[in-house]
């Protein structure tokens, strides 16, 4: 089984041609895949198929091997194979996701590469039980909620899957995988959360780490990237057009006032190529 290893700016996943390979158990493959140390490493499994809605699909599952709805650094990276490999002549295209049908806009430089991809991310979902939370209100936006004791003001997002955002301060020092796992794991999330942690440089630039449900801290979240400008938005601390800088880089992410959508830009990066016996 051949696949190619990409990542979008450090959120890196393993990509397999589901026009050419048939994999029964993609769940179980990112598992053992997924490993840093017996397997390929990454931080989940991502599938391109055929679709009878859009010019792909994207089935895509974390390095525990649950299956995710919704991943903007994945979907850039498909943008970049499906036209690289000559699946599409595009550059312009559509990709059916779990969360619904995503506008992808490729960028080449003079060689015909694909540089860069801004996705139509559509409109995040703020209704609590859509995100969801058991929360009670219309909106969670600073709502003071207390994990194993220690205080917390958040703003619960939905980009496709749901994230909750916390602005501090020293996010560099910050014990992430204690405080993300309690809160991705807490009964007020009933399908679980991705953690962002966010502190503010000014109005257009923001700092992000990221606990991913079920992958733990990566490099980057284009999802929790797009979640963090909604909520700073909400919060009035960022404007509708932001830079997020995150562990493998900077995402580019604006909230459009007109259609409501957010729009992520960035890079995607081939890694490496291989075949699996």
Known sequence: ????????????????????????????????????HKGVGSDGLVMILPSSKADFRMQMFNADGSEAEMCGNAARCIGKYVYE?????????????????????????????????????????????????????????????????VNYHITCVSMGNPHTVIFTQNIATLDIE??????????????????????????????????????GETMAC?????????????NELVSRKATVELLGGNLEIEWNENDDHVYLTGPAETVFEGEIF
């Open 1 to 36: 089984m051949k696949f190619t290893k990409m990542h979008g700016i450090g959120n890196d996943y393993i990509y397999i041609n589901g026009f050419e390979e048939l994999v029964q158990n993609p769940g179980e493959l990112s598992i053992r895949l997924s490993d840093r």
């Open 85 to 149: 490999k000559g699946l599409t002549n595009k550059t312009e295209l559509t990709l059916e996701t779990l969360a619904g049908i995503k506008t992808l806009q490729l960028f080449l430089d003079d060689d015909n590469n694909v540089v860069s991809v801004t996705v139509d991310m559509g409109n995040p979902e703020l209704e609590p039980s859509k995100i969801p939370t058991t929360l009670p209100g219309k909106q969670i936006v600073n709502f003071p909620v207390s994990f194993d004791g």
């Open 178 to 215: 204690t405080i993300g796992k309690k809160i991705e794991n807490a009964p007020i999330f009933p399908r679980r959360t991705n953690v962002e942690f966010i502190e503010i440089i000014d109005k257009g630039r923001i700092k992000m780490r990221v606990w991913e449900r079920g992958s």
């Open 222 to 234: 284009g999802t929790g990237a797009c979640a963090s400008v909604v909520a700073g938005v909400l």
